[in-house]
């Protein structure tokens, strides 16, 4: 597992809020597995700590002063394609969740809905996982509903179509923040089943991350 004491994953946070930089930093900094490299409190100064520093998770709020977190995935992607980004706000935009995805991010957290903690959410992408706030995903899960009625199933069959109920399952729960141990334990299958459904799922998608393939599934209106 990614996050450990004598190797933490290591974070860049990017809000413009000092107050709210200064809670999750001293949260991050509380905890041996993660370590706080840098911090910026605009999109300039992202880009410049992206420049600069190595690390392994970009936690950045949506709004910045001159500009959004979305300027900033678009940066860092050709620039540090290794790293997971997880984007922060106080809006619970539906479209706003789908673009972060789009551009590469592997998590959203609506800040006023966020009751675990920011460590959590880090580890849990750079393990694999999605971090969502549960109200987030519980939406975008309705998505999936509306797209399984009869009307929808008429359409014309895409590369979505084509997983198994398993695989969608399987997906889902990834798209929720569960690791592939995590998402066996609640299946009861082992942990290497999951993988095997995984790459199945990115053939068939023909994606080659858990980012991409949720960013597919969220545009496809999978959930």
């Known amino acids: 597992m ?28 509380a905890d041996p597995r993660t370590l706080l490299v840098a911090q910026a409190s605009s999109v300039r100064e992202g880009r410049k700590a992206i420049r600069q520093h190595e690390f392994d998770v970009l936690l950045v709020d949506l709004n910045l002063g001159d500009g959004d977190a979305f300027s900033l995935l678009e940066y860092l992607r050709p620039i ?3 790293v997971q980004a997880v984007v922060m706000s106080v809006i619970e935009n539906d479209e706003q969740v789908i673009r972060a995805f789009e551009l590469g991010a592997s998590g959203y957290l609506a800040k006023n809905s966020w ?3 920011y460590t959590q959410a880090v580890l849990q992408v750079a393990n694999g996982g999605a971090a969502i706030t549960p109200n987030i995903a519980r939406r975008l ?23 198994t109920a398993r ?19 609640r299946l009861l299958i082992s942990g290497m089943t999951v993988n095997t459904h995984l790459r199945n799922i990115y053939r068939k998608l023909q994606v080659r991350t858990r980012a991409q393939a949720v960013r597919f599934a969220s545009l496809r209106g999978l959930f």
């Open 80 to 82: 540090r394609p290794s």
């Open 115 to 117: 009751f675990q903690n």
């Open 2 to 29: 990614t996050g450990q004491k004598t190797n933490p994953v290591r974070v860049l946070l990017v809000d413009d809020d000092p107050h709210i930089r200064l809670v999750i930093a001293q949260e991050l900094m």
């Open 167 to 185: 695989e969608k399952e399987i997906l889902r729960m990834v798209a929720s923040g569960y690791t592939s141990d995590e998402v066996g334990s």
């Open 141 to 163: 899960l309705q998505r999936f509903d509306r797209v399984q009625s009869p009307e929808s199933k008429r359409r014309k069959p895409d590369e979505a179509e084509q997983l």
